[in-house]
């Protein structure tokens, strides 16, 4: 069973595509899949890797991001 998507966006940096997609759980409720992909050129693949937040951890998520500085 494919999962539905709810939306996406994208966000291309140098070296790197970020995608975040929205999707709706199994029991109704929506989380966020952040996938980082890199193209490496030693393999000629694309290696992705993602993390997944849920609604009731996106509060905290976003704190910590503001909390952090450059």
Sequence with gaps: MQKEKISGQMLKLKGK??????????????YLKITESRFDKETKQSKRY?????????????????????
């Design 17 to 30: 595509t970020i995608f975040f997609d929205v999707y709706k759980a199994k029991n109704d409720s929506n």
């Design 50 to 70: 993602s993390i997944i937040l849920f609604n009731d951890d996106i509060e905290e998520f976003k704190k910590m991001l503001n909390s952090i500085s450059l």
